[in-house]
Nanobody
Framework: QVQLVESGGALVQPGGSLRLSCAAS????????MAWYRQAPGKQRELVAT???????HYTDSVKGRFTISRENAKNTVYLQMTSLTPEDTAVYYC???????????????WGQGTQVTVSS
C-alpha cells in the first residue's frame, strides 16, 4: 500500500510565503506525474500545478509567477513554494501522484489527505 502525506500548511498573513511538501511512501516502484490541487470552502477542487517526470511544470493562471512546483525524485517528494499569498489562496491543498506499486504494471492515481492553508491578517 502506498500513501501521500502533505505537510506545511499554516496560517499566514497576506503577502507571506509558505512551502508545502508531499511525500509518497510505501512499496513504490515509480512515480510519474505529481501535482497539487486545492479546494476552498464552497468551491470545486482545482488543479494548481503539475510536474510530470522529466517534463516542464504547468500552473493555473491564478498562481503563475507566485507558486513554484518542484520534485525530488529520490525522496518521492513534491513541493509547492508559495509566495505573495492572498486570502484567495485559502484552501485545503492536496497532493496527487500517479504511482506504480512494486509488483504491478500500471499506475494508480493517489491522493493525500490535504493540508490547510489559511491566508488572513
Amino acid at each position: 500500500q502506498v500513501q501521500l502525506v502533505e505537510s506545511g500548511g499554516a496560517l499566514v498573513q497576506p503577502g507571506g510565503s509558505l512551502r508545502l511538501s508531499c511525500a509518497a511512501s510505501g512499496t513504490i516502484a515509480s512515480v510519474n506525474t505529481m501535482a497539487w490541487y486545492r479546494q476552498a470552502p464552497g468551491k470545486q477542487r482545482e488543479l494548481v500545478a503539475t510536474i510530470p517526470s522529466g517534463l516542464r511544470a504547468h500552473y493555473t493562471d491564478s498562481v503563475k509567477g507566485r507558486f513554484t512546483i518542484s520534485r525530488e525524485n529520490a525522496k518521492n517528494t513534491v513541493y509547492l513554494q508559495m509566495t505573495s499569498l492572498t486570502p484567495e489562496d485559502t484552501a485545503v491543498y492536496y497532493c496527487n501522484a500517479d504511482i506504480r506499486q512494486l509488483g504491478t504494471w500500471h499506475y494508480t492515481q493517489t491522493w493525500g489527505q490535504g493540508t490547510q492553508v489559511t491566508v488572513s491578517s
